[in-house]
């Protein structure tokens, strides 16, 4: 078991989670990620380090609502338990040695770009962050970006309620034309890594996107989590979650995110019926 | 241990019969659930298949089981009706009798050996050894058959993995009196007996019984601990001082078959179709969180215990059709032969000489398998006749779900971490009999060393390498 230290509500769909779990947190790196249960019946499902301290013995992470396991996890609180985390699973991202770099963080991808832009300026690379997000509500993580000593952030809504108006792809092919930045890393909804990756292709930037498909086992044992890159098979889990973002089958990726969706609906449904919280 | 018996046995007078079947649920009926399939034999029924046991003086039956389990030993302990005793024989070898009386290859191993195999109606061997196993385990607690526990020696142990090598080892060891973790990257211990093999054919009560038990001598079970990431070797024989260390974690990585139309939805390995099922409990979905998805129409790849399970789960979800796709002849079919015998009883297809070309689908999602006739050629090294393609032969099956059921591989994410460590050029780790590895005080066995083999095998290694482990941690 494992102790819930602290939870946060940063918009109206995302959270984030403190939990104990010193034996993962002594071995956390950025780009990495777990995999919890939230309870006896739970189902196996990957989240990546927002943040960890392995002095504290502590991982964080953040979550959007968007079905039955995160709704299940809106209802914790501190003193609650995760009845599994198992970590850290994936191969780290890529600090250090990459020049000037764009790092792109889309919805709550954000939180997963947070350690990495953190790594990426630990380790002497030149970071420019693009924040995206629907609107002003949705934006996470600006305080802690702005802490790092980045050379710029720049933040993207689509309804133009903070920062500029439009998508991030605009402020990367900018930085793609002035040829301002030497590699790009998108991490995000598969749809807005699909079109970073086309936006850098055409100036031939490298280009790493951190994929999220279905998982089960997280360890390479099931292959749920398969993807087509450069037309390979690769596994997600323990291959990635980061590739060559112009070598990615999106499409590929995109409708086998989609298999369970009936089934999660009724699932969430479920669980709704005998619930309160009004989420 | 038991006092000896000084008392003269009474001469057993073998009775001359036929095997005695085993009871098993209606195929219709039993289709509808996971619950087993085999009723296993009352007292009465294994005293009279015991009774049937010639007792050889020299009995071949022995050398036909992989570990040498003392078969005339304990069938005489129920013929004498002392299934105590019986219990102990067996435990002396094998850790989990109620395991491997329903799932080893007996026809291929103790069974093939008897001196009755010549008559066709050899001693049910593995079916006396469930007896034994599941009367022990319906025991309470306290009065079940529990080894004798060593003075404590001081030494710790981390055992990586916990099916059937590294349950089997973390038994040994806790039994010598060293203490014992065992860690499991799941979070659930068991190995393939819980994501593998389907309830109705293992159920999963008995393996946790026998893994209480374990609790009970005293070994600590480490569930959520990925041993290469969590904690390297390394970090086991240092930072978390265990004096060795056993790698047991079995042989993860399922190959696919590489045609186009692989990664559609509906397609699926055989480890994960079974481990939804299995491991996460989908069949109870939405009440167990995880889904699996359903299909119609399922054709499945393979033909050995794998393709046979992933088969029969597919009918349980309530497939109205299944097929089973093999390249080479139903001979042939690797499969324990009660298992195919169960499959075609319950209504699952035989599509023999058949290989895949082709997943087609539609829409990201599954419609159909184009698939090639094969003829059987020359026997090849293995002594079976290769299969060749018949040109032009080619057809379309419909379906709306693919079970890949073409093996394992060994898993790449332990040996990553631990660079030292000698693998042979297919990433299995490399043993000298005992089970040592290269590196000092490592030992390994089980599907990691052998690759995809059985359970009793798995077991047997275990055992064997923790006798020697006990040598090792005493020298040193
Ligand atoms: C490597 C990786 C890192 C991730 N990191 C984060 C993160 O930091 N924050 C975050 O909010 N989300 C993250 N995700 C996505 C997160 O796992 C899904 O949102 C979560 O599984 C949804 O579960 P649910 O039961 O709430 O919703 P469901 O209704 O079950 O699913 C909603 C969608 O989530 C995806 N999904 C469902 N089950 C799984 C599964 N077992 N594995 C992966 N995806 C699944 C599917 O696309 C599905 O359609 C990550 C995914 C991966 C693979
Ligand atoms: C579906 C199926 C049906 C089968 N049917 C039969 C049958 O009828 N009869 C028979 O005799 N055999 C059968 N087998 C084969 C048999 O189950 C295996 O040979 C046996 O389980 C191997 O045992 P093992 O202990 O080596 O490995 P496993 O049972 O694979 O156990 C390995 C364990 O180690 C864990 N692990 C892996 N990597 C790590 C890591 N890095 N850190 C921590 N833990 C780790 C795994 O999660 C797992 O729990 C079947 C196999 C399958 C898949
Ligand atoms: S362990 Fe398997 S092979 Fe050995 S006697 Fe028992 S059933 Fe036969
Ligand atoms: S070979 Fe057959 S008959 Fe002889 S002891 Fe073994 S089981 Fe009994
Ligand atoms: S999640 Fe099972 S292999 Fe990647």
Redesign the interface.
């Known amino acids: 078991m494992f102790e819930v230290l602290a939870t946060r509500q940063l918009s109206d769909a995302v959270f984030e989670m403190k939990v104990a779990a010193p034996a993962v947190a002594a071995k956390a790196h950025a780009g990495q990620f777990f995999i919890l249960r939230v309870d006896a019946e739970g189902e196996r499902v990957p989240f990546t380090f927002s943040d960890w301290s392995a002095e504290e013995g502590w991982i964080r992470f953040i979550f959007m609502r968007v079905g039955l396991t995160t709704h299940k996890l809106t209802h914790l609180a501190a003193g609650d338990f995760l009845a599994d985390v198992a970590g850290p699973l994936g191969v780290p991202s890529h600090a250090g040695g990459l020049g000037r770099v764009a790092v792109v963080g889309g919805g709550v991808g954000a939180a997963v770009a947070y350690p990495v832009a953190r790594a990426m300026c630990a380790a002497g690379d030149e970071v420019t962050v693009i924040l995206g997000a629907r609107n002003a509500e949705l934006l996470i993580l600006e305080d802690e970006f702005r802490a790092l000593p980045l050379k710029d952030l720049v933040v993207m809504t689509d309804d133009g309620s903070a920062g500029r108006h439009g998508l991030v792809t605009a402020p990367l092919k900018e930085l793609c034309e002035t040829g301002a930045i030497d590699h790009a890393m998108a991490i995000g909804p598969a749809i807005m890594m699909k079109f970073c990756a086309a936006t850098t292709k055409e100036f031939a930037v490298p280009t790493v996107v951190s994929l999220n498909p279905i998982m089960v086992d997280g360890t390479g044992m099931c292959g749920a989590c398969r993807v087509s890159v450069g037309g390979e098979m690769k596994f997600g889990c323990v291959d990635g979650p980061d590739f060559d973002g112009h070598l990615v089958d999106f499409e590929e990726l995109m409708s086998r995110q989609r298999v369970y969706v009936d089934d999660e609906r009724v699932a969430d449904a479920e669980f709704s019926k005998g619930c309160s919280c009004g989420l | 241990m038991r006092p000896v018996d000084e008392t003269p046995k009474p001469r057993h007078r073998p009775v001359k019969g036929t095997r005695i079947p085993m009871r098993e649920n209606d195929p219709l009926e039993r289709i509808a659930s996971f619950t087993e399939v085999g009723l296993g034999y009352d007292a009465a029924e294994a005293h009279t298949e015991a009774m049937r046991c010639l007792q050889c003086a020299k009995p071949p039956c022995v050398d036909g089981c992989p570990v040498h389990i003392d078969i005339k030993g304990f069938i005489g302990k129920i013929i004498e009706g002392d299934e105590c005793a019986g219990v102990e024989v067996l435990k002396t070898r094998n850790a989990l009798p109620a395991a491997c009386g329903r799932v080893c290859p007996q026809e291929e191993q103790c069974e093939a050996s008897c001196v009755l195999q010549r008559t066709g109606q050899p001693i049910a061997i593995g079916r006396l050894e469930r007896y034994l196993g599941d009367f022990d385990l319906a025991r309470v607690p306290a009065e079940r058959c529990r080894p004798e526990i060593a003075p404590a020696s001081g030494k710790r142990v981390a055992v990586v993995g916990s099916g059937p090598a590294g349950l089997a080892c973390a038994g040994e060891l806790a039994m010598r009196g060293h203490g014992v973790t065992v860690f499991e990257?799941?979070?659930v211990p068991g190995g393939v007996l819980v994501y593998g093999i389907p309830e109705f054919r293992l159920p999963k009560a008995l393996v946790q019984a026998e893994i209480d038990m374990l609790a009970e001598i005293g070994v600590r079970i480490v569930?959520?601990?990925?041993v290469g990431?969590?904690?390297t070797i390394d970090d086991l024989l240092t930072a978390e001082g265990f004096d060795a260390a056993f790698i047991g974690s079995g042989a993860?990585?399922?190959i696919?078959s590489?045609i186009p139309g692989?990664?559609l939805?509906?397609v699926?390995?055989s480890?994960?179709f079974l481990?939804?099922v299995n491991l996460?409990?989908a069949y109870e979905?939405?009440?167990?969180?995880?889904?699996v998805?359903r299909g119609r129409t399922v054709a499945v790849v393979g033909g050995g215990n794998v393709a046979m399970d992933a088969a029969r789960t597919a009918l349980r979800l309530g497939a109205a059709h299944v097929m089973l796709v093999y390249r080479r002849a139903e001979e042939e079919m690797p499969a324990r032969h009660e298992e195919v015998h169960h499959a075609r009883q319950e209504g699952v297809e035989f599509v023999m000489l058949c290989s895949p070309q082709e997943v087609l689908g539609r829409d990201?999602f599954v419609t159909g398998m184009r698939v090639t006739r094969m003829e059987l050629g020359e026997p090849d090294e293995s002594g079976r006749r290769a299969p060749m393609c018949v040109i032009g032969s080619e057809f379309d099956l419909e379906c709306d779900t693919v079970i890949m059921a073409l093996g394992t591989r060994a898993?790449?994410?332990l040996a990553k971490a631990a660079p030292d460590l000698e693998l042979d050029k297919r990433g299995y780790i490399v043993t000298d009999a005992d089970g040592a590895t290269n590196l000092p005080g490592v030992y390994a066995g089980g599907d990691i060393v052998t690759g995809s083999a059985t359970v009793i095998r798995a077991m047997g290694a275990g055992k064997d390498a923790a006798r020697a482990m006990d040598a090792w941690l005493r020298r040193s």
Do not use: C
């Not at chain 2, 569930?223 to 990925?226: G, I, L």
């Open positions: 990257s799941l979070h569930t959520d601990a990925v990431t969590t904690y993860g990585l399922p696919f590489g692989e990664n939805n509906g699926y390995s480890n994960e481990t939804r996460m409990r979905f939405p009440r167990s969180d995880t889904p998805w990201g898993n790449p994410l």
